[in-house]
């Protein structure tokens, strides 16, 4: 139950960060950037592999790295949906 917790935080963590960097927001505010977080650390890790510092189980460097990709799709996409 707490290994659920700790990843749920250092997604949102990783998330907000992938953010900060790219100066964009995720839509739906924290629970975005705990998907994005989420989901850009199994990509992250999916095609870059499990180097670097871990914490909750994520390799933090390709998952900050996944999540910056994620947030940079999901902001094309929704600036293409508000430009419709």
Known sequence: MLGWL????IGG???????AITSRDLPAGW??????????????????????????GMALIPSIIGAIVVVLIVSAIFGMRKRM
């Open 6 to 9: 700790w990843a749920l935080i």
């Open 13 to 19: 963590i990783i998330g907000a960060l992938a953010g």
């Open 31 to 56: 629970i975005g950037n705990i998907v994005g977080g989420l989901v850009g650390a199994w990509i992250g890790q999916s095609l870059l592999g499990t180097w670097g510092p871990q914490l909750a």
